[in-house]
T-cell receptor
Framework: DAGITQSPRYKITETGRQVTLMCHQT?????MFWYRQDLGHGLRLIYY???????DKGEVPDGYVVSRSKTENFPLTLESATRSQTSVYFC??????????????FGPGTRLTVL | AQSVTQPDIHITVSEGASLELRCNYS??????LFWYVQSPGQGLQLLLK??????LVQGIKGFEAEFKRSQSSFNLRKPSVHWSDAAEYFC????????????FGKGTTLSVSS
């Protein structure tokens, strides 16, 4: 399907386990982003990527790892999940270039619960 | 540091009444400004955006927003609210064209009463 998709939509895991959240977009957007959404905090940037093999930290990167070997995929890995990482995770993408393209398009989100 | 403030955590409006959601930003230059809406269990949808030019911006679903440089504000308005407008609304800024990412406010939850 066209657009931006995330999988799984819901995930329950245990403390200490590794978890990978997937994000896939079909627009060939250069930029991709991972945010987490927590009550009282709005959305906070975890990592972003300007292109394949180019990633950079956002506001709250600790405990997360990203990779981007292909333009269309941007997986987010929690290497050893903690309860504080219980959250809703959103992936977003946008085109590179001028101001018109600064709009970000969001996926439907993944609700992660760490027990 | 750059920041976005949405002073109202929760607002209740009667159906058919007008709506104004407040957004203030802290940034030295003119940022790129956005309003997103999030319906329950859904992702974020762009309502409107401001980059330059006319300070009154029209968006989807009958929303508009006005950029006021002197007040560092970008308030969202709708003249007549519908029950389907109940959702969470986020104001966001991007600081430059190269745009790392958006900085979001903490959101305002809108409830619509009948």
């Amino acid at each position: 399907d066209a657009g931006i998709t995330q999988s799984p939509r819901y995930k329950i895991t245990e403390t200490g386990r590794q978890v990978t959240l997937m994000c896939h977009q079909t627009w060939s957007h250069s930029y991709m982003f991972w945010y987490r959404q927590d009550l009282g905090h709005g959305l906070r940037l975890i990592y972003y990527s300007a292109a394949a093999d180019i990633t950079d930290k956002g506001e709250v990167p600790d405990g997360y790892v990203v990779s981007r070997s292909k333009t269309e995929n941007f997986p987010l890995t929690l290497e050893s999940a903690t309860r504080s990482q219980t959250s809703v995770y959103f992936c977003a993408s946008r085109l590179a270039g001028g101001s018109s393209y600064n709009e970000q398009f969001f996926g439907p989100g993944t609700r992660l619960t760490v027990l | 540091a750059q920041s976005v403030t949405q002073p109202d955590i929760h607002i209740t409006v009667s159906e058919g009444a007008s709506l104004e959601l407040r957004c203030n930003y802290s940034y030295g230059a003119t940022p790129y400004l956005f309003w997103y809406v999030q319906s329950p269990g859904q992702g974020l949808q762009l309502l409107l955006k401001y980059f330059s030019g006319d300070t009154l911006v029209q968006g989807i679903k009958g929303f508009e927003a006005e950029f006021k440089r002197s007040q560092s504000s970008f308030n969202l308005r709708k003249p007549s609210v519908h029950w389907s407008d109940a959702a969470e609304y986020f104001c966001a800024v991007a600081l430059n064209q190269a745009g790392t990412a958006l900085i979001f406010g903490k959101g305002t939850t809108l409830s619509v009463s009948s």
